[in-house]
């Protein structure tokens, strides 16, 4: 009963404090508000900025590693192509091998792709096409998600059939008015029928690639159309997808057998480097993510300037108020009043006094959310709100301390009698 007193007691005195002479709580509180609007503002558009980044690698899938020859993330040095481009590409035979050996793998799948491809369909053609050539359980290390038709048949890919399924935009261009389904597509003068169609995914906000634009064929056709498959350097590689147990945590086993697998498999000695790349897709969402703790460290230091401002303002309101209601202190003492009872009044009144600051700060940084950024998406988080309510509190007290601890000791005789 006495907490919610106190609360109810500093509510009022805030409410009064704040009107009875508004222009001067509203600057004093504006170093809080810009200070909380820009920690949480920068931490908002960096948290967004990372979930875009990663919502844009996941047409890699999750839980997996693949096998090839370069690495994602790149090389040391400026010339760090020239230790990789000699390398061997993956073979088929070291897909069987992977395939046959594999103990930690629930999923073990070869692939292949290319860009800048032609599609002809009747009188139509769409170009600057992917075309992608699928192993058995593709599917189950990309997810596939149908708009019509069907996925291709393990029977269609081990024959190499002519069979495609096609992205969402090259089949609303090729076929902008007929079923697509039992059509046939014209790639690099082979034609092949079309048995499905992929849903729509839009465009990402790196711009990496869309299913929307692309081609997916049987990985044996992919091989009538180009040399891939037999690890030659110079040829057009292959990949292999690993997907992991989920018992396996951060991939650790998995990657381990896959190493020593690969090895052993091109009789590579103890001494030797690997001549292979073991590439995870959320490395290269890391390898960008150093980027927006440099972003975050700096939104604090801005911040920070302005929540220190933002702190003397409520201290002074804090002092001014003591002064002012020194009498009604030293009455409140004679009633009986102990001295935590005065000094939590205070702290109260100065924590909600900030929390009026932040939660001005928040608004505005929910009102930039409103802003389109093309196709970045500004989501202020749960966990953001929270930070930044906590971190007004804590100025609030901050700031309330001293003025509250003067409150507290002072004399209730000398106080009543003050003007």
């Avoid at 996941?58 to 090839?68: P, R």
């Avoid at 309101?317 to 102990?338: D, H, N, P, Y």
């Amino acid at each position: 009963m006495l907490t919610l007193r106190l609360i109810f007691e500093s509510l009022g005195f805030a409410f009064r404090a704040l009107k009875s002479n508004l222009l001067r709580t509203i600057l004093s509180l504006l170093g809080v508000t810009i200070g909380i609007f820009s920690i949480i503002a920068v931490l908002t558009l960096v948290d967004s900025l990372e979930k875009n980044i990663r919502d844009s690698f996941n047409f890699l899938g999750s839980n997996v590693i693949y096998v090839g020859k370069w690495p994602f993330t790149g090389g040391n040095g400026r010339d760090w192509w020239k230790d990789y481009i000699k390398r061997p590409n993956v073979s088929y035979s070291e897909f069987r091998f992977l395939k046959a050996n594999m103990k930690r793998a629930e999923t073990v799948a070869i692939y292949a792709a290319t860009g800048n491809i032609t599609a002809k369909a009747k009188n139509s053609s769409i170009n600057q096409l992917n075309l992608r050539g699928a192993g058995i359980d593709f599917d189950k290390i990309f997810e596939m998600n149908l708009e019509m038709g069907r996925y291709l048949t393990n029977d269609e890919i081990e024959g190499g059939r002519n069979v495609v399924i096609l992205g969402f935009e090259v089949a609303k261009g090729l076929f902008p008015k007929d079923d697509p389904i039992g059509q046939q597509v014209k790639i690099r003068n082979l034609k092949f029928n079309v048995v499905g169609v992929l849903k729509r995914e839009g465009e990402s906000f790196l711009g990496t690639p869309s299913n929307d634009f692309g081609c997916i064929i049987p990985y044996e056709s992919f091989r009538k159309l180009y040399q891939t498959g037999t690890g030659r350097w110079y040829e057009l590689g292959s990949s292999v997808g690993l997907k992991g147990v989920e018992t396996d945590i951060g991939l650790v086993e998995l990657e381990n057998e896959a190493r020593g697998l690969m090895r052993v498999k091109r009789g590579l000695k103890p001494i030797q480097k690997d001549n292979f790349a073991l590439n995870r897709p959320e490395a290269i969402a890391n390898a960008i993510g150093s980027v927006f703790d440099v972003l975050s460290v700096a939104g604090w230091i801005i911040g920070g300037f302005s929540m220190l401002v933002g702190g003397f303002g409520i201290a002074n309101i804090m002092f001014v108020s003591v002064k002012e209601r020194t009498s009604v202190i030293g009455l409140q003492k004679s009633l009986g009043a102990k001295n935590y009872f005065i000094l939590f009044q205070f702290l109260f009144e100065s924590i909600f006094l900030s929390l009026i600051g932040g939660l001005a700060g928040l608004l505005l940084v929910y009102l930039l959310t409103l802003v389109p950024f093309g196709s970045l998406q500004v989501i202020l988080s749960f966990k953001n709100i929270v930070l930044g309510l906590g971190v007004s509190s804590v100025i609030g007290l901050v700031a309330g301390i001293v003025p509250a601890a003067m409150a507290a000791r002072l004399d209730p005789v000398i106080a009543i009698r003050a003007n």
